[in-house]
């Protein structure tokens, strides 16, 4: 076996891996939230007894910015410009939480009615994720599946991409979806139906023509 010159300690190299894990990690959504709560719990007493609880709806921690804050008010995209604009949000998102980005583009593209949708634009959530018992963001009510339904509101798009990641990852029934490998579209659209993400029986089928009318699939060797 060839040597080279240069010898790395394996110490060295399991420090900046997970060092580099741990830069990745600290960009998601939850995280950030994370952050600022503990930064007002220290800036107000931060024990486990004193009485200040953060407002999570109001308190929460800084929206990046991304290309949609330059989208002109009431510009209706087209769905070339949808992915212009938020297909590096889906490789960023392919990248650090397994996801392929052409299914993610396709649910954002479909879910947000090409980001045009009352309820994208109220919420930046463009994957149509609902509040559920772990949230503790803002929410907005929406007429949906049924009346009156809770979803999650975002300071961004580029949030609502991070969370639908997370959201994914975090979700056992969605662990198989994981073993399938990153450019199996077909594969994660029906695996995506049969977990519950959506109760449309025709869902994978529109995700599998939105990726191949549009050549999403390209982005998932990005």
């Not at 992915?83 to 949000?89: G, V």
């Not at 803002?138 to 007429?143: A, G, L, N, Q, V």
């Not at 990852?169 to 139906?193: E, M, Q």
């Amino acid at each position: 076996m060839r040597t080279s010159k240069f010898f790395i300690p394996a110490c060295a190299v399991v420090f900046l891996f997970f060092t580099s894990c741990a830069s990745l990690s600290q960009y998601t959504y939850s995280n950030r939230v994370e952050k600022r709560n503990k930064k007002l719990l220290a800036e107000n007493g931060g024990n486990a007894n004193n009485n200040y609880v953060p407002d999570t709806k109001n308190e929460t921690a800084k929206a990046k910015k991304g290309v949609e804050d330059k989208i002109p008010p009431g510009k209706k995209l087209t769905v070339q410009e949808y992915i212009d604009m938020f297909s590096p949000y889906a490789i960023e998102s392919m990248h650090k939480k397994k996801v392929p980005a052409s299914i993610t583009l396709s649910q954002g593209l479909l879910e947000s009615g090409v980001g045009n949708s009352k309820l994208s634009r109220a919420t930046n959530n463009h994957f149509g994720i609902k509040c559920g018992g772990n949230w503790n963001g803002e929410s907005y009510r929406y007429d949906d599946d049924r009346p009156n339904e809770c979803f999650r509101v975002y300071g961004s798009v580029l949030d609502s991409y991070e969370d639908h990641g997370d959201f994914l990852r975090t979700r056992s029934w969605y662990a198989p979806l994981f073993n399938l490998k990153i450019t199996d579209y077909k594969g994660w659209a029906k695996g995506l139906k049969k977990a519950g993400y959506a109760t449309d029986p025709k869902y994978p089928s529109k995700l599998i023509d939105i990726i191949e009318k549009y050549r999403l699939y390209e982005f998932d060797t990005k």
